[in-house]
Nanobody
């Protein structure tokens, strides 16, 4: 069983920065693929924002490339999402995801609100 706890969300003005953290309990963190997904208000579909493999390879949604950066600290079982140059359209609940086939776990999410 893996438990994920996100933190770092909040209210920020457009152009500002936030860093999200996701702490993972349980085993196998260092070999898992960790991701950040988000779901914008209004019933929009949850979308992948960024992910990082156990080997450190990263992938980003086109909408956040050059602004967001994902990283991980395997010693702390934690994955981070550094978000810079935030835009109002980045407003969403951000969810942490642990993936190691066939296991997949989600955190409860942290709200990021970007005001214009």
């Amino acid at each position: 069983q893996v438990q994920l706890v996100e933190s770092g969300g909040g209210l920020v003005q457009a152009g500002g920065s936030l860093r999200l953290s996701c702490s993972s309990s349980g085993s196998f963190f260092s070999i898992s693929t960790m991701g950040w997904h988000r779901q914008a208000p209004g019933g929009k579909q949850r979308e992948l924002v960024a992910e990082i493999t156990g080997g450190g390879s990263t992938d980003y949604a086109d909408s956040v490339k050059g602004r967001f950066s994902i990283s991980r600290d395997n010693a702390k079982n934690t994955v981070y999402l550094q978000m810079n140059s935030l835009k109002p359209e980045d407003t969403a609940v951000y969810y942490c995801n642990f993936r190691l086939s066939p296991m997949a776990y989600w955190g409860k999410g942290t709200l990021v609100t970007v005001s214009s």
